[in-house]
């Protein structure tokens, strides 16, 4: 598996991005990416996730509302629309992905095998 996230830049609070995260995957159906952030001098967070085939999204109470996750199968992408951002929302956000079992803590980065390269989203205020 392979993950690569793009998308990141400087906004003004308010102001919308829409994170990408391009994946090369194997062929099991049982696949999920998610994307976490990681502000400077804090631990590695949740934002939201998504099951690839059937869509199912999950969300951080800090990104519910705000943030809308999808995949496009045919592209092999998995987009983070972010908006109404807040300066709290600086951070690298970073793709990741794995093949769930039975039980998979979305919310938990160390249940995440894979993992892609950071992109900097900076909200000013």
């Known amino acids: 598996v392979q993950l690569q996230a793009s998308g990141g830049g400087s906004v003004q609070a308010g102001g919308s991005l829409t994170l990408v995260c391009k994946v090369s995957?194997?062929?099991?159906?049982?696949?999920?990416v998610g994307w976490f952030r990681q502000a400077p001098g804090k631990e590695r967070e949740f934002v939201s996730a998504i099951m690839w085939d059937n869509s199912r999204p999950f969300y951080a109470d800090s990104a519910e509302g705000r943030f809308t996750i999808s995949r496009d199968a045919a592209a092999n992408t998995v987009q983070l629309e972010m908006n109404s951002l807040k300066p709290e929302d600086t951070a690298v956000y970073y793709c990741?992905?794995?093949?769930?079992?039975?039980?998979?803590?979305?919310?938990?980065?160390?249940?995440?095998?894979?993992w892609g390269q950071g992109t900097q989203v900076t909200v000013s205020s």
């Open positions: 990741a992905a794995d093949y769930p079992g039975s039980t998979f803590y979305v919310e938990s980065s160390s249940e995440w095998q894979y």
């Open positions: 995957r194997g062929n099991k159906s049982t696949f999920a």
